[in-house]
T-cell receptor
């Protein structure tokens, strides 16, 4: 079983739409969680850390559900510039990061 | 400007040759990492280093070697023993390894023919 699993999509949404991605993780002792954004043929860039209480940064909201072992990312009022692949990242005991395969988002005019 | 640099951006080699990929950071980060990314797959950890002169194998270390002689530098050598070396190689660094976010360099695309 993979440490981190994401729906690869693609998600094609119109501008202004709200879209949500989920990511599940297998190790219940996972310690830290992150969402990264990766544009085509570029390096991943940190979008936000995910805290137990949930956190919001502008149009982006991240949630953690430890009981069900998933994290989510909600994007409101989608912009064309949000088109990218979103990577879920989990830190497991032993200080090793595991990356999901990514969810592809295309925002359509 | 603080950041992570990787060079070169594109690299082409013949099968059977060793090749070294450069990674330098001026963020004063203790930890550094090497990943490879293949189409349709997530990033996979090759090696990581928590401190100078120390490094640990990741999930796919076979066919690779690293050194960490200086805090700011973590070069990766892809040896001829690596069966499928063609990939996108990404270097990252973080303040430490205990829950700190990682920052990535721009990557090196290696093609071996």
């Amino acid at each position: 079983r993979k440490e981190v699993e994401q729906d690869p999509g693609p998600f094609n949404v119109p501008e202004g739409a709200t879209v949500a991605f989920n990511c599940t993780y297998s190790n219940s002792a996972s310690q830290s969680f992150f969402w990264y954004r990766q544009d085509c043929r570029k390096e991943p860039k940190l979008l936000m850390s995910v805290y137990s209480s949930g956190n919001e940064d502008g149009r982006f909201t991240a949630q953690l559900n430890r009981a069900s072992q998933y994290i989510s990312l909600l994007i409101r009022d989608s912009k064309l510039s949000d088109s990218a692949t979103y990577l879920c990242v989990v830190l497991i005991p032993g200080n090793q990061f595991y990356f999901g395969t990514g969810t592809s988002l295309t925002v359509i005019p | 400007d603080g950041g992570i640099t990787q060079s070169p951006k594109y690299l082409f080699r013949k099968e059977g040759q060793n090749v070294t990929l450069s990674c330098e950071q001026n963020l004063n980060h203790d930890a550094m990492y090497w990943y490879r990314q293949d189409p349709g797959q997530g990033l996979r950890l090759i090696y990581y280093s928590q401190i100078v002169n120390d490094f640990q194998k990741g999930d796919i270390a076979e066919g690779y070697s690293v050194s960490r002689e200086k805090k700011e530098s973590f070069p990766l050598t892809v040896t001829s023993a690596q069966k499928n070396p063609t990939a996108f190689y990404l270097c990252a660094s973080s303040v430490g390894t205990s829950g700190y976010e990682q920052y990535f360099g721009p990557g090196t695309r290696l093609t071996v023919t």
